[in-house]
């Protein structure tokens, strides 16, 4: 059980396109997801928290206009890098929480992106 | 800012061995602590986690030990094997919501 998907698993795009990356729960409902990017050989920093039906909370220096978060049901989020620079290749990872009055999370296996 | 931090970027260790992997953290407030392995190319998968209001939970050939005093959580494991080579996290309760800081890695090593 709490098995989090993620799709594409890599892609790669030109600068300026935008990329969509969908983030599931396959076997839970949740409430919660959270996006984190991670750079070669660094720890996972958390990008925004994702709150269905309502609008991502998005951490310091996170730029919510340039990362868009929508989380439109209990099993889905999707996170759309817009305009993409090199500079936004990253591994994005998501996460889930399984709700209530919990910490734990299970994370999707992750998207490579490289913009060229 | 408060954060998570390793006092070991790198653990080399031989099949068979105990490892141990440690992890500084500077919240106080901090009450729940959580251990990932992440193999290359993969996302973080869950070990064990703990609780302030312990100091010591086991798992299958892993205990996780925390010190509330010196703010250090320690994560062993038993009779290392090579499918344990990753990089292990520790992770802290943010300081909102159900959230997670990420502590910096250790990578493991397991040379046969």
Aim: glycine share 8%.
């Amino acid at each position: 059980g709490a098995v989090v998907s993620q799709h594409p698993s890599w892609v790669i795009c030109k600068s300026g396109t935008s990329v969509k990356i969908e983030c599931r729960s396959l076997d839970f409902q949740a409430t919660t997801m959270f996006w984190y990017r991670q750079f070669p050989k660094q720890s996972l920093m958390l990008m925004a928290t994702s709150n269905e039906g309502s609008k991502a909370t998005y951490e310091q220096g996170v730029e919510k206009d340039k990362f868009l978060i929508n989380h439109a049901s209990l099993t889905l989020s999707t996170l759309t890098v817009t305009s993409a620079h090199p500079e936004d290749s990253s591994f994005y990872i998501c996460s889930a929480g399984l709700g209530g009055e919990t910490y734990e999370q299970y994370f999707g296996p992750g998207t490579r992106l490289t913009v060229t | 800012g408060e954060s998570v931090g390793l006092h070991l970027p790198t653990l080399s260790v031989q099949e068979g061995d105990n490892s141990i992997i440690n992890c500084a953290y500077s919240n106080s407030a901090s009450d729940y602590f959580i251990w990932y392995k992440q193999e290359s190319g993969k996302g973080p998968q869950f070990i064990i986690d703990i609780r302030s209001n312990m100091d010591k939970r086991q798992g299958q050939r892993v205990t996780v030990l925390l010190n509330k005093t010196v703010k250090h959580l320690s994560l062993q494991i038993a009779a290392t094997q090579p499918g344990d080579s990753a990089v292990y996290f520790c992770a802290e309760n943010a300081n909102s919501g159900y959230a997670l800081n990420f502590g910096k890695g250790t990578s493991l090593l397991v040379t046969p």
